[in-house]
């Protein structure tokens, strides 16, 4: 009898673990309806990710160590003078004689793309996940667009100017003339970083989870029309920036984890993971535990350079490269510097 009351005990818990457990997923998931990755299949190229890790990132000079919180994106101006945007709501900068400043507090922790402009009298382009659009300068900050068509843009996340920013899903276009906001690309898969070609002809954009980076032509014959740049990175592409000889820098990010690549696939396994914290990390793969940047040229058809850390032991989580004078500066949602690495 005690026996039989003992089972029947456990299989009461058993059962009402596996009631909360289908509770949490099915009604306290932070997903609603999870889409279907279709990640791309492994190619014998240059960019394919069984190419030789270098660890050439290893050699890096570390920029403000210490000083930097999570310094996502990076840009130069004309004088030379390094700007940055930390998680702790700061605008740091490196002037060219070695000195750095703390200049100016935009506050929050959601600082995200940064540029130059070369249109609003040199001042800097921002993109804050919940502002919007900001113009920062000497005179303060301001919130140049934060909504389009009557709705809130959500996820600001990179920008760039274009002489003649955007959420998740588009690229939004800002027009400093007549202050309005429209929608130039829609129905991307989590486009991330965006910049333009050298002669203005074009822009690329990065979409994510797709590992791949199109092409949206601004001129000529075929404006308006956009196509696949390069495919099949050996990483999701999150910020790009145009070199000075016209080619491109990458930040590609390890998204994937060989043992859980079918989760992406998937929409059971999204869901039983969803409310699990420590199995997300799981899944996230390399990505605070890598880095890798590449050198893609002019007409996507190749990479040219590539760099990485293979077990990030000096960087990982690289979101941004950018080229001046001979130099790479890369910055990292995972360290508190900012890497400076000699290209010859």
């Excluded at 919180?69 to 840009?75: A, F, M, S, T």
């Excluded at 829609?186 to 980076?213: A, H, M, Y």
């Excluded at 040219?304 to 890369?330: P, Q």
Aim: glycine share 8%; hydrophobic share 40%; charged share 25%.
């Amino acid at each position: 009898m005690p026996t039989k009351r003992y089972i029947s005990a456990v299989k009461g818990v058993v059962f009402a673990s596996l009631l909360a457990f289908l509770l949490q997923i099915l009604f306290f998931s932070p997903i609603d309806s999870p889409d279907l990755l279709e990640l791309p299949p492994a190619v014998s190229t240059a960019a394919s990710s069984d190419s030789p890790w270098n660890n050439n990132l290893q050699r890096v000079v570390k920029l403000g160590e210490g000083w930097l919180k999570d310094p996502e994106g990076v840009c130069v101006d004309k004088e030379g003078t390094l700007y940055t945007a930390t998680r702790d709501g700061w605008i740091k900068r490196f002037h060219k004689n070695g000195t750095c400043e703390d200049w100016r507090m935009i506050g929050g922790n959601a600082l995200l793309g940064i540029t130059t402009s070369t249109i609003i009298n040199g001042d800097l382009l921002v993109c804050d996940a919940t502002k919007g659009l900001l113009k920062v300068n000497a005179h303060g900050v301001t919130v140049l667009t934060s909504e389009i068509d009557g709705s809130k843009i959500s996820f600001a996340d990179d920008v760039i100017e274009a002489s003649d920013a955007k959420p998740h899903g588009r690229v939004l276009k800002y027009d400093p003339s007549t202050r309005k906001t429209s929608i130039l690309i829609d129905g991307l898969c989590f486009p991330n970083g965006i910049t333009l070609s050298q002669d203005q002809d074009f822009l690329v954009v990065c979409e994510t989870w797709k590992f791949r980076c199109l092409k949206h032509w601004l001129k000529g014959e075929n404006r308006g029309k956009i196509e696949i740049f390069i495919d099949n990175l050996p990483g999701g592409p999150d910020n790009i920036n145009l070199a000075p000889d016209g080619s491109f820098w990458i930040a590609l990010l390890q998204l994937t984890s060989n043992r859980f690549e079918f989760v992406h696939t998937s929409k059971i396994a999204k869901y039983l993971i969803a409310p699990f914290p420590k199995l997300i990390e799981l899944v996230k793969g390399g990505i605070y535990k890598r880095a890798m940047v590449v050198n893609v040229g002019a007409d996507g058809k190749k990479i040219i350079r590539k760099f990485d850390d293979w077990d990030g032991k000096v960087m990982s989580f690289v979101t941004s490269a950018v080229e001046d004078e001979g130099h790479l500066y890369l910055g990292s949602l995972n360290s508190n510097f900012i890497g400076k690495l000699k290209l010859n």
